[in-house]
């Protein structure tokens, strides 16, 4: 019965279906867990508790008569004095003169707003007459839309749980809700409309955190779990002396954290299932190391590899770094875009014969044309600027090849495990010794020519730069600098002095590979850019990073950006050009002097800023839960999450009566519905 039209509940007429279905609400159930978005709490408190600056519900008595005065157009201010306890208090209420008629002397009143504790005056946003006692002291307030006033939505809730309320079933096996000590579903449901107290609320909320956090670990660890056991027999059982003999002919060692996150790649491919692993280190981890020896792992056994970046320089860079590393043990070709002709002819046929053991290109590497002979293990760099679709393109080329995808965005647990729940998550959290971290200072914009004369020093010492600004060209609505105005200033500062060059997103691929390629030869000391040198590239002799208007970036693109730098034994910079207004922004700035661990900033900048920004919009596959946010909530995503590989991992998830409710909603989903016709 809660799979009814929402039509079906007391009230609900044509118009208000409309508006309840553009607000996501279809059927009775999407109704009856619509919740809340906050609270209205009108709970009455002595004086001497309430805080300066705060919301506040005060109860008291009317002294004298109102005075109502006119100012402006049509705006009002009706100021009143209330006897509180021992306190004469001033209530000011403005643009609702209406009210002079309804309050008289000597009346009790109850009103709600802003409390000023040095004035001891009240800025009222509600008021009623009569106690406070009469009404429930906690208010619910729903996010509306057009003609569904608060009123209105309240009493359709309540209509409905009125209906139906004896539908809701308990979905949580009871060893769960004995063991959390969790309220049953119904009366949660009940608290979370109608909050008895604090107390009660608190208790229902965690409830539906966790049921959430738990069906969603569920589907996640169901959807592993099948698309694991659709891609059994790819075990590859490498040859570990040639193994350990390559990784010794390394000129340095592995860190902790590299041998570590080795093994674990190391034993899924072993494992007769496909590999779906997510390895991410901070900028200069050494991922393409690790990289490197699983490669080499699945050609011991007769396999070949293919890695996939989002550029061609990026590609080109990988292809340079893996012929140092592997020199002429094996075959390594490059297949970019622009390689075409008799030459892109020759590779194919290489990659389809198996004369080529490591594939490394762009996205040329998922087109039909190209044919692997046997590819065993498909390594995706930079994950995230990759599509899902061209992702499961190159997984799904070759005989079920295990799939590494790696990323330097260093990604906060709590997002890691659910972002990317479905895969296994290694972490290289330590940096190859000798590395000298990036100095970074935060400077005021009147300081630029200081930083300017500092970027021409380290030129003079045969260094180059990167300068960042945030937007192409100038906006009406942001006074920043924009890059194309920053490169004439440049430009004339320098005069001969050096080449300062350009690029931005609007160039096409071509011209922004050109200066790249220019950068990373010398050919320009001092580039200008937005900020699409964020991901890859490797200029070993670049040791400044100016950004311009660092406020209007987050930690993560910060460090990100910084990363640019220090990539060799010369001391690099990070300078900061910022004058930021709020608290936020400033602490920001403070946070980036003071570290240079990718994994410390990105928990920091997960506070700052919230799970929907981080990865950017639309783009994160970051769920919205109702009630359950993942940043101060992770312990119960931990918890369920550790629930859930349980619970799917045993024999009884299919046909103990129990899960029976909690195996229906999974089976419901329409991603793992494919995944199980597949």
Known sequence: MLMESVANVNGVGEKVQETLQEMGIHTVEDLLFYFPYRYDTYEVKPITELVHDEKATIEGKVVGEPSLTYYGRKKSRLMMTLQVEQFAIKAVMFNR??????????????????????????????????????????????????NITLQKMRKLIMNAMEAYGDQVNEILPEKLVIDYKLPGRLHALNQMHYPESREQLKHARRRFIYEEFLIFQLKMQLFRKLKREATSGNAQNYDNDQLTGFVQSFPFELTDAQKRSLAEILKDMKSPYRMNRLLQGDVGSGKTA????????????????????????????????????????????????????????????????????????THALIQDEVEFAKLGLAIVDEQHRFGVNQRRTLRDKGLSPDVLFMTATPIPRTLAITAFGDMDVSVIDEMPSGRKPVETYWVKGEMMDRVLQFIQKEVDHGHQAYVICPLIEES?????????????????????????????????????????????????QVLVSTTVVEVGVNVPNATVMVIYDAERFGLSQLHQLRGRVGRSDAQSYCILLADPKGEVGKERMRIMTETTDGFELSEQDLQLRGPGDFFGKKQSGIPEFKVGDMVHDYRALETARKDAAAIIESDKFETDSEWKDLCNLLYKDEILQGEILD
């Open 290 to 361: 690790v990289a490197a020896i699983a490669l080499y792992a699945a050609i011991t056994v007769g396999n070949q590899g293919a890695i996939m970046v989002p550029t061609e320089i990026l590609a080109e860079q990988h292809y340079e770094s893996l012929t140092e590393l592997f020199g002429d043990k094996v075959s390594i070709v490059l297949l970019t875009g622009s390689i075409k002709g008799k030459k892109r002819r020759e590779l194919l046929e290489q990659v389809k014969e198996h004369t080529a053991d490591i594939i490394v290109g």
């Open 97 to 146: 003169p209406f009210a002079k008629k309804q309050i008289k002397p000597d009346d009790i009143i109850t009103v709600t707003g802003k409390w000023d504790q040095r004035r001891l005056q009240i800025t009222v946003s509600q008021y009623k007459k009569g106690r406070a006692e009469a009404q429930n002291p906690i208010q619910p307030v729903y996010s509306l839309k057009e």
């Open 476 to 524: 009406d609505k942001l006074d920043i600098q924009n890059a194309v105005e920053l490169h004439h200033q440049l430009t004339t500062y320098y005069e001969s002095s050096m080449n300062v060059g350009l690029m931005h997103g609007r160039l096409h691929q071509e011209e922004k590979e050109q200066v790249m390629q220019d950068f990373v030869e010398n050919n320009i």
